[in-house]
């Protein structure tokens, strides 16, 4: 894997997307008339308010849940359940892998279903475990490492399917700033790296500004778009230097003010 591209000409696209839940007097339209298109090859960042229906929204670009009406398209065609170019990652990533198996075999275990040979299978779960940094834990158990050693094993994981897109919900929600340097930049080396394409749903507006070539803030309800902005950070980013650098702050002004102007809260770092 470490030699190879991932990189996709598709585009991962919503349209007229809408999402309600419950009926009769109990239905919330949460999304409602939605277009988004994720442009191959960058990382975009969904911000907006607790529940905004950032979720909501991952979940239908993953195929993982139906909009009520309208359509998910990957390269035109339509998506009615999951696909094997689109990965996924949660913030539970505790909950993700198995206590019970090694590091390695939690990585190389979703591809029995897909069919995948044994040796492949190892051979697959070891280039991914390679591309995050983690060869030397391969033969230990989940629970003997870090939060954020485990969110790199589920990272593996989904690296393992070999899929052109990741799709992230807060994927480093609960881990300490530090470590969540290190894992920010492990993303933005997977794009450099692999060319994998990225969607990033975060509260945090930095991270979002940091990572993002492009930020899609989200806002009422039902939710829509209330900004979309291209980041012209460049592509070679350092913590210590973007963060400092005088677009980085004003991008992260402008998306905390379009999220307060929404009345909701978040959490700037
Ligand atoms: N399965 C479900 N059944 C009913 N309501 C749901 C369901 N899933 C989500 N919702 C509702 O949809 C809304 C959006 O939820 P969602 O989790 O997508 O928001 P979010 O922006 O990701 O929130 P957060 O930032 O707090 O994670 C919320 O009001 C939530 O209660």
């Known amino acids: ?80 359940g999951a696909v094997e170019e689109i990965a996924v990652v949660f913030q539970d990533y505790r909950g993700s892998l198995m206590p019970w198996m090694r590091v390695l075999q939690n990585v190389a275990f979703p591809l029995e279903g897909q069919g995948v040979a044994k040796a492949e299978r190892l051979e697959r779960a070891a280039a991914a475990l390679e591309v995050v940094g983690l060869t030397d834990s391969a033969h230990r158990y989940p629970w003997q490492l870090s939060g954020g050693m485990q969110q790199r094993v589920a990272i593996a994981r989904a690296l393992a399917y070999e899929s052109p897109i990741l799709l ?23 794009r450099r790296d692999l060319g994998i394409t990225i969607v990033l749903v975060t509260h945090d507006i930095d991270e979002a500004v940091y990572l993002g070539d492009r930020v899609v803030v989200f806002g009422g309800r039902p939710s829509r778009i209330v900004d979309d902005i291209a980041v012209p950070l460049g592509r070679g980013r350092s913590q210590l230097t973007t963060r400092a650098e005088p677009a980085f702050i004003e991008l992260r002004t402008r998306v905390l003010d379009e999220i307060q102007r929404c009345g909701l809260k978040t959490s700037p770092r």
Do not use: N, W, Y
């Open 1 to 80: 894997m470490t030699s190879q591209t991932l990189a996709t000409d598709l585009a991962l696209s919503a349209q007229h997307v809408s999402k309600a839940f419950g009926t009769g007097a109990e239905k919330v339209v949460v999304i409602d008339d939605l277009h988004l298109e994720i442009q191959p090859g960058d990382v975009t960042c969904l911000v907006g308010p607790s529940g905004v229906g950032k979720t909501t929204l991952l979940r239908l670009l993953a195929g993982l849940a139906a909009p009520t009406s309208g359509q998910v398209s990957l390269g035109g065609t339509p998506i009615t």
């Open 168 to 190: 992230m919900d807060e994927p480093f929600g609960s881990l300490d700033a530090q470590t969540r340097f290190e894992l920010e930049d492990l993303v933005l080396r997977l």
